[in-house]
């Protein structure tokens, strides 16, 4: 059972869901008291990611109405509890796509919080006290200073707010798959809010990359502004036949329904197929060029808060940033429509310092 908001004190405001039509409007709310360990801190900027599409409209049948969305969340610091060790007021963080966890399983004790059975995400979900966890589409936001990262200051937080889930979806994979080997050969499917970083991700580790895409339409982006080696149409039998067994690795980000089989082929022997993006119906998987080639079909989701640290560190040592367009409050129910349609070159930020206001 939710518990009622009214239990806690701190006055918030921010856009909510009411229901599974997926529309938001301005929602006064609050936010726990600052625990002993809880880090406060005032919301600059926000990510749109395909989950939140997802959950506003309950798509995957677990949403907690009223909604408030978002978890790639950047801001500065306002208070601290008197516990709090790691953090102090005025610096730049973020929160990503969890807020909780059991803290005693051996995922937790592994740095592993994503795969712990009681993950608590970022909204839309129940946290310890029995509240329901509110997003970053608002003006505050607490939480326990384990599931804070702390944002480098030559970062810009606009930029940066995507990493903390589109970001770090791709550089876990890429770490734990050996695929961030110098000289390894990384093809990349699919060209959006994942793909993207993921092709920068892949050549500052020192990849050799591939983007793998349905059309010729992004492939001066690809390798032109993103730096990708190659490119390959998924679409001509030719290119995909002259590419066959050449790649250690691909991460596929495509949540839409798709062959699995071409893909498969383009992997050398013991290559891996690591899936991040979630299509909504299951796909066919052929058994026998796994076998034939001791091949790997695997899956991945974000990553633990330490991961998260090292990778937006790694981020501000190769000056990595999402490809973003910065967008007022009250554009969001446009921006998701268009998210449906995939236009957006690749990732919504809302300017949530600037553009959030009670008046709405």
């Known amino acids: 059972m939710v518990k009622s908001q009214g239990e806690q004190t ?13 529309v938001l409007s301005p929602f006064h709310f609050s936010r726990r008291e600052t625990g002993a360990k809880d880090v406060v801190f005032r919301v600059l900027y926000c990510g749109i990611c395909h989950t939140d599409l997802h959950m506003v409209k309950n798509e995957w049948g677990m949403s ?51 795969y712990c059975p009681k993950m608590i995400p970022t909204c839309s979900a129940i946290d310890h006290d029995g509240t329901a966890t509110r997003g970053g589409f608002s003006d505050i936001m607490v939480a326990h200073e384990q599931f804070i990262v702390h944002i480098p200051d030559k970062l810009p937080l606009d930029a940066t707010a995507p990493l903390l889930c589109a970001g770090i ?53 690809a390798i032109e502004h993103l730096g990708a080696d190659s490119f390959l149409v998924s679409r001509d039998q030719d290119q995909m036949q002259a590419a066959m067994s050449t790649m250690d690795g691909i991460i596929d980000t495509v949540s839409a329904v798709h062959s699995l089989g071409p893909l498969i082929g383009l992997l050398k022997s013991q290559g891996k197929l690591i899936m991040v993006g ?33 990778m937006i560190d790694f981020a501000a040592k190769h000056n990595i940033t999402s490809l973003i367009e910065v967008i007022p409050i009250d554009y969001v129910n446009i921006a998701l429509n268009r998210l449906v349609k995939g236009d957006v070159r690749y990732r919504f930020v809302i300017d949530v310092g600037n553009t959030l206001k009670p008046s709405s």
Request: with cysteine; charged share 20%; proline share 5%.
């Open 169 to 221: 979806t791709v550089y876990s994979p890429l770490k734990h798959f050996g695929l961030d080997k110098p000289g390894t050969h990384v093809g990349i499917v699919g060209l959006g809010g994942l793909g993207h970083v993921a092709v920068k991700f892949a050549k500052a580790m020192g990849a050799k990359v591939t983007v793998i895409s349905t059309s010729a339409n992004k492939k001066e982006e």
């Open 10 to 22: 701190m006055k918030a405001f921010g856009w909510a869901a009411r229901d599974s039509s997926g």
């Open 278 to 310: 979630a299509p909504d119906k299951p796909l066919e998987l052929p058994v026998f060029p796994l076998i034939m080639g001791r091949k790997i079909v695997a899956g991945s989701c974000t990553g633990g808060i330490k991961e998260t640290q090292e």
């Open 64 to 114: 907690i109405y009223p909604l408030v969305p978002g978890h790639e969340i950047v801001g500065v610091v306002t208070q601290i509890g008197n516990k709090v060790e790691k953090i102090k007021v005025g610096d730049k963080v973020g929160v990503g796509y969890m807020v909780g966890s059991c803290g005693s399983c051996d995922n937790c004790d592994d740095d592993l919080e994503n």
